[in-house]
């Protein structure tokens, strides 16, 4: 193998002003239908690269809740739809922890607030 393939195929370390889209509500192969798919597409903030990739080393996916919770969230977001769209990521994940009442969804958004919150604030 030559050099040039061996440096494509090194993981680059991306400027620190760089952005990914986080899905708050992820893997999106689990969140793929119904309420829970819109609320995923819906709940999606830029972090930079390098906390997104820590955080994902650290909470792999996010339980999805019933679909009853799901359709209960959806609804109370589409009465305040632009409100939350402005939310930064920390009060958009604490907007999810309170109105989906599931104990292990809550869990990993716990994860997700206590994380965000420390390294962006």
């Known amino acids: 193998m030559?050099?040039?393939?061996?440096?494509?195929?090194?993981?680059?370390k991306p400027p620190i002003t760089a952005c990914d889209r986080h899905h708050i509500c992820f893997q999106k192969r689990f969140w793929n239908n119904g309420y829970a798919k819109a609320l995923c597409q819906a709940f999606v903030r830029p972090v930079p690269v390098v906390f997104h990739?820590?955080?994902?080393?650290?909470?792999?996916?996010?339980?999805v809740p019933s679909g009853e919770l799901c359709r209960n969230a959806w609804?109370?977001?589409?009465?305040?739809?632009?409100?939350?769209?402005?939310?930064g990521i920390c009060r958009a994940i604490?907007?999810?922890?309170?109105?989906?009442p599931d104990v292990e969804f809550r869990r990993a958004m716990q994860i997700e607030l206590n994380f965000f919150a420390e390294k962006i604030g």
């Open 53 to 63: 990739r820590e955080l994902h080393s650290i909470l792999s996916t996010v339980p």
């Open 2 to 12: 030559d050099d040039v393939s061996k440096k494509r195929r090194r993981r680059r």
């Open 94 to 100: 604490a907007w999810l922890y309170v109105n989906i």
């Open 75 to 87: 609804n109370k977001y589409q009465k305040n739809k632009e409100e939350i769209d402005s939310y």
